[in-house]
């Protein structure tokens, strides 16, 4: 909004961006019958996240000279579909979590029928409203298409699915032999559960900006580098974060789960996060002037406490 | 196929239609990384059902003028996203069922971690599937995107979930008064968790064979008298059935459901079935000769022993 790169201040900047983006969620997900559905349905939609996949959907748009207004239903979308995961992963039978940040599970609070209708629904009802932003004046409908088939490969079992599912299936078994083979499902696990969700916000938003293929491909690169790094953060903050800003009771080392620092050590995994910061930065430079807020983004992910 | 309604037999062109439904199928899902999610979600695709409603979505289109070939693909999410419906229901927390069809359900075959995931991944690719329809020759991409807005409708918190949110939490209690609140939960339920996805079914063949409002209209009515039918059917076979060849194990009655028979009788559960029926035939006169295979499906749903 009239922002320019030098006074840009991200810490402004996102929490502005997350009252716009609750606004829109609160509009496009009322309470419908049955009550107790819709219950649990909002209050794991405004359960305080940080809206990163609404606001990547926002900002590939604008950076592809799109509208960002002209997104928000596919905004909202993404952050219904990553709402919904959040639930499923949460259940006894995936990491048995009672609380995420700071909140009692959806299960713990409306029963497990209850959070698995709840995080059916947001997914169903996730596709209605991609299709929705059809009716906004400017966007083509080929786009809105394109940007389902993109969503449901990557929120799918090739996509986001598969990840959960070697997530919750790899074995704890700590025999030395095996490190690689855990190393290359540590990544599989991340570029499929984190990472392919947040490459689909972010080319979701610049598919209805009609973008370029060499600006899909910019933004490709640059989401599977914050991606990976946001996750290597994770588990970095994961052992030195502060438990009560997480809002987590740090399930991942209580389940014995593959993590970076159990991997790689905690050095070697805050020197990687940077690294790979550094390269989505430079993958961005193909939008000029208009890179400065991911660049700010890719900064913060590394930077941040929590 | 050349199939004239004198002679029709229904009792064999089901199972042809099943044949073309099941190949379709075999190439959509074919088995990708990774393999255990995969062997899940073909292990209950592929568990013996009747193809209800990708038939339904062939027979909507037909009945409309459209080439039920080129409407397979959402022939085939449909079956997905039914599929899905029965592993979550399935589920220890939802109507813990062991066995579906004779074989172990999804969760304990495979592990209910698998078993959420396989469900998950059913739904999600469900709409790629829908999506994917727009690349079919002579379909309208219109059409698709409101097949998308109508099946995400059906089978979201205001159909289908919703319908097996009420079922799952309506209570047992068997006190006289609450007759009335009983019966008024049961149409609730069967409106939205079955007769919803019939609905969308039929009426997705239709919308792309660029069906008139007038044909829409008899669809839905027709969706809606045999959807409740086939409902009601199921709780009389559920009483009077063959358990070996239902292949189920008489849950409903051992989880205290509400049924039509417990509250309605069985003399009038099955004349009303009988009474819907002759309502679903009526209401699809408008389709004049073309009407025989959905008039012969009709008669079908309450002559069935299993």
Avoid at 158 to 173: A, C, E, K, V
Avoid at 231 to 237: S, T
């Amino acid at each position: 909004m009239g922002t320019s790169c030098s006074d840009f201040d991200l810490k402004k900047y996102l929490p502005e961006k997350t009252i716009v983006i609750n606004i829109a969620l609160n509009k496009y997900l009322q309470e419908q019958y049955p009550p107790l559905l819709y219950k649990a349905m909002r209050y794991s939609i405004f359960a305080g996240g940080k809206r990163l996949r609404p606001f990547l959907v926002l900002e590939g748009a604008r950076v592809c000279g799109g509208d960002e207004k002209k997104v928000m239903p596919t905004a909202c979308a993404l952050e219904y579909i990553h709402t919904y995961s959040l639930i499923h992963d949460d259940l006894p039978a995936m990491d048995n979590d009672d609380y995420r940040r700071g909140r009692l599970t959806s299960h713990k609070k409306f029963g497990e029928d209850v959070a698995i209708l709840a995080g059916d629904a947001l997914l169903t009802e996730a596709f209605g409203l991609l299709a929705a932003n059809a009716a906004v004046k400017g966007i083509k409908i080929e786009q809105v298409l394109n940007v389902i088939t993109l969503v449901s490969g990557c929120a799918g079992g090739p996509g986001m699915i598969g990840g959960q599912l070697i997530d919750t299936r790899q074995s704890s078994d700590s025999s030395q032999e095996k490190i690689s083979a855990k190393k290359q499902a540590l990544t599989y696990i991340h570029n499929h559960k984190t990472v392919a969700l947040i490459k689909a916000s972010l080319l979701a938003g610049a598919i209805l900006a009609k973008a370029s293929s060499r600006q899909l491909k910019a933004l490709t690169v640059y989401a599977e580098k914050i991606g990976l790094s946001f996750q290597i953060m994770d588990d970095v903050l994961d052992v030195i974060g502060n438990k009560k800003k997480l809002g987590k009771t740090g399930s991942d080392r209580q389940n014995k789960k593959l993590t970076y620092v159990s991997l790689y050590g905690l050095e070697w995994s805050q020197k990687e996060a940077a690294q790979l910061i550094a390269e989505a930065k430079k993958a961005i430079t193909t939008f000029g002037r208009k890179k400065y807020i991911l660049a700010a983004l890719a900064d913060y992910i590394v930077e941040r406490e929590y």
